[in-house]
């Protein structure tokens, strides 16, 4: 069951109602691999998702709920095998939690909205942030930004 307004509050591109669904819900809209990574913490393998090589320009959403992510401005080769940002679109568009799995504490990224897995942070990126958002491809949506066509 959806909680809220699937329409929700836009606020510079970042919908603030909270989503809530079932797990099958969840299960009906998305790929078994998008339902294993964003609703059950998965990962995928390295250098394997599709846009870790992507080089589109445009903006990066959440396949669960569209919610505004990461920015192809913010994107950048880490060579860790999985798309990286050194930021968010915005702050409000992604949340992060302690992580204690695989014996060590990593920082999660979470979708503020829906609460989807996204991957994780690392303080080893590039300026001007320092830090890396290891991303999985399977969990994002890229939207193509529009060209800018100029009339005469």
Not at 30 to 42: A, D, H, M, S, Y
Not at 84 to 89: D, E, G, H, R
Not at 124 to 152: H, K, M, Q, W
């Amino acid at each position: 069951m959806t909680t809220g307004n699937d329409k929700g509050k836009e606020l510079d591109g970042i919908v603030t109602d909270k989503i809530i669904k079932s797990d099958e819900e969840w299960q009906a809209q998305l790929t078994p691999e998008q339902f294993w990574i964003t609703r059950r913490k998965g990962t995928e393998r390295p250098f394997s998702g599709r846009y870790y090589h992507f080089a589109g320009q445009g903006t990066y959403r959440c396949v669960c709920c569209g919610n505004e992510l990461f920015t192809s401005g913010a994107k950048y080769d880490s060579g860790s095998g999985w798309p990286s940002f050194w930021a968010p679109a915005t702050e409000e568009g992604v949340e992060t939690a302690p992580d204690p799995g695989l014996g060590m504490v990593r920082t999660e990224v979470l979708c503020s909205r829906c609460g989807a897995h996204l991957g994780h942070l690392f303080k080893d990126g590039p300026p001007p942030t320092g830090l890396r958002y290891c991303i999985n491809s399977a969990a994002l949506r890229f939207v193509a930004e529009e060209p800018s066509g100029g009339s005469l």
